[in-house]
């Protein structure tokens, strides 16, 4: 799987964007991009993942440059209980296989100030 | 609201003693992860099931640990004998394979004095 790079660290303030960003230039045309978040002591949350396409819910939006060598998460209204670590990953997209392996980096840590 | 069960959720024991941690996935998940979560290393992948075989297994320590699924409803991360390097935050996570989400328990938090 390709790698990806974070920065280790970002702030915002409540009640606006946060936009985390992250690099995979070596991401394959069959991966996707995915993002977790982990808020301390639980255990990691999904929140969005796409292809190619933007990607929105209601956690998040999932920006994806064109060449795909880059992405930005984007938390529309951060508040404090968005102070979490942000993992951005690339994974193979292989339904009917066995690669199922999430691989984790150190991810950004995003707090949110009052 | 579905969700990955993990028990105990704090285990202390001392060196040279036998671990076993439990998880019950989502109902309906066919894939099963371990994960180990430390400062220095992050989170790391230990094992893991797809229908209850083993894909994957090499990110584990194969002389000491041990994972299985004795059914769909329950998957087992056993250590012996443990060492104070096992002290870490042990995951485990489901979902459907493929592309699907992982689900992730709320660990449990193992200290070997």
């Known amino acids: 799987d390709a790698k990806t790079t974070q920065p280790p660290s970002m702030d915002c303030a409540e009640g606006r964007a946060a936009n985390l960003p992250c690099n995979h230039s070596t991401i394959s045309g069959n991966e996707y991009v995915y993002w977790y978040r982990q808020i301390h002591s639980q255990g990691p949350q999904y929140i969005i993942h796409g292809l190619k396409n933007n990607e929105t819910n209601e956690m998040a939006s999932l920006i994806i440059t064109e060449d795909r060598k880059s992405s930005t998460l984007i938390l529309p209204h951060a508040t404090l209980r968005d102070t979490a670590v942000y993992y951005c990953?690339?994974?193979?997209?292989?339904?009917?296989?066995?690669?199922?392996?999430?691989?984790f980096g150190k991810g950004t840590l995003l707090t949110v100030n009052p | 609201d579905a969700r990955v069960t993990q028990t105990p959720r704090h285990k202390v024991t001392e060196m040279g003693q036998e671990v076993t941690m439990r998880c019950q996935p989502i109902?309906?998940?066919?894939?099963v992860f371990w994960y180990r979560q430390t400062m220095m290393q992050g989170l790391e992948l230990l094992a893991y099931f797809r229908n209850r075989a083993p894909l994957d297994d090499s990110g584990m320590p194969k002389d000491r640990f041990s994972a299985e699924m004795p059914d769909a409803t329950l998957a087992t991360l056993k250590i012996q004998p443990s060492e104070p390097r096992d002290s870490a935050v042990y995951f485990c996570a489901s979902g459907r394979g493929g592309t699907d989400t992982q689900y992730f328990g709320p660990g449990t938090r193992l200290t070997v004095l």
């Open positions: 990953i690339v994974r193979v997209a292989n339904s009917g296989g066995s690669n199922y392996k999430l691989t």
């Open positions: 109902l309906g998940h066919n894939t």
